[in-house]
């Protein structure tokens, strides 16, 4: 069974750390690029950082760059995420989730699609004084 | 632009067909996908790939596109169905992972 399964999240203070880890399971993990994505109690899905599957190439959200950092440990399945100098509207639920990606074609002409295929139950964190 | 914009909320009569859309430049270069979210739940994908259903997939969830507007559409809306669902692609970058603000579907 392809699974995701995240941990970490804690009550932390504004200004403090904490380091968010998923563990996968079910399938190759080295050949997929992960995403984090989070959400705020009763709002949307907001992503908040890639990384490619050899941990070469990775993107953040304006919202967590230069705060958040990804990584990934590929002999381990693991996925984490390092969050420094939180603040109260870091406050969600984080979810750790596959990326796929593609190109679609229609009578030789071809597009890219891309697609968040496989999510965890997500790990709660709280930043509060 | 890093932006894709939903109506809020949509309602549909039970058996009912729906469509459910999403806007943003983004989508004129990279297909958006669907996902729907129940309350307590993670996100599952239902429309990858413009049209592409994943297994377990009901088909009377069916996606679409054309210009800056993608658009996902229920045919015979069951009650199951009520739920929040989001649209998503990368940015016109292609480096940006960016969501919809979501859709909550009400099933009358």
């Known amino acids: 069974e392809v699974q995701l399964v995240e941990s970490g999240g804690l009550v932390v203070q504004p200004g403090g750390s904490l380091r968010l880890s998923c563990a996968a399971s079910g399938f190759t993990f080295h050949n997929y690029g992960m995403n984090w994505v989070r959400q705020a109690s009763g709002k949307g899905l907001e992503w908040v950082s890639f990384i490619s599957w050899d941990g070469y190439s990775t993107y953040f959200s304006d919202s967590v760059k230069g705060r958040f950092n990804i990584s990934r440990d590929n002999s381990k399945n693991s996925l984490y995420l390092q969050m420094n100098s939180l603040k109260t509207e870091d406050t969600a639920l984080y979810f750790c989730?596959?990326?796929?990606?593609?190109?679609?074609?229609?009578?030789?002409?071809?597009?890219?699609?891309?697609?968040?295929?496989?999510w965890g139950q997500g790990t709660t964190v709280t930043v509060s004084s | 632009s890093s932006e894709l914009t939903q109506d809020p909320a949509v309602s549909v009569a039970l058996g009912q067909t729906v469509r459910i859309t999403c806007q943003g430049d983004?989508?004129?270069?990279?297909?958006a996908s669907w996902y729907q979210q129940k309350p307590g739940q993670a996100p599952i994908l239902i429309i990858s790939?413009?049209?592409s259903r994943p297994s377990g997939i009901p088909d009377r969830f069916s996606g679409s596109s054309s210009g800056n507007t993608a658009s996902l559409t229920i045919t015979g809306t069951q009650a199951e169905d009520e739920a929040d669902y989001y649209c998503n692609s990368r940015d016109t970058s292609g480096h940006y992972v960016i969501f919809g603000g979501g859709t909550k579907l009400t099933v009358l």
């Open positions: 790939a413009k049209n």
């Open positions: 989730a596959r990326d796929i990606s593609g190109q679609y074609c229609i009578g030789g002409a071809c597009s890219p699609w891309h697609a968040v295929d496989v």
């Open positions: 983004s989508l004129r270069s990279c297909y």
